[in-house]
């Protein structure tokens, strides 16, 4: 009966032990599943610098050779779509605008973004309109509590326009 007792009082004591370290198995799932993340954000680098650890864990890793080839091929268009995903963070409490051209309302946006971001993002945008369409539309907005990127759909569907998001600056051109 004692024997019975310290058994199982051996078997508490190994029970409550710190946990097996990860195997390189679940090391390189782990730093996997931190690229997909990173890929779905649209950070390159942090999805690379994932996808190279998980394979330094398993080389054998056969979905992180085939992430890390596919990131190498569509990095531009995951880049691209990271800087859109930033407007999606930013929340714009209010937004007035009547009768404004979009340059004056993009501005005003822009300004209202830094702000908002406490200075995180200051987009830079840039209007391609070689035939001056963009200065005789105006935009009324009367939003409130919505992404930025919601204000930019809005602002581009009043002006008949397209937003090209680029390394340094969101480029607006007619549709």
Do not use: W
Request: charged share 20%; with cysteine; proline share 6%.
């Amino acid at each position: 009966m004692r024997n019975s007792l310290l058994l199982l009082l051996a078997g508490a004591v190994v029970a409550l032990a710190e946990p097996a370290p990860p195997t390189p198995g679940q090391l390189a799932d782990a730093y996997y599943a931190k690229g997909l993340a990173a890929e779905k954000a649209g950070d390159v680098g942090g999805a690379r610098t994932a996808y190279t650890q998980a394979l330094k864990a398993n080389p054998r890793h056969a979905n992180c050779r085939y992430r890390l080839k596919e990131l190498e091929l569509n990095k531009a268009t995951i880049a691209k779509k990271g800087r859109e995903l930033q407007f999606d963070k930013v929340i714009i409490p209010v937004i007035q605008i009547d009768g404004a051209t979009l340059q004056e309302s993009l501005t005003a946006l822009s300004t209202m973004i830094a702000k908002e971001s406490k200075g995180k993002l200051t987009p830079n945008f840039i209007i391609q309109d070689p035939n001056g369409n963009f200065a005789r539309s105006k935009i009324n907005l009367n939003l409130k509590g919505l992404p930025a990127s919601a204000v930019i759909k809005y602002m581009l569907t009043q002006s008949n326009a397209k937003a090209r998001y680029d390394e340094h600056a969101v480029v607006i051109m007619p549709k």
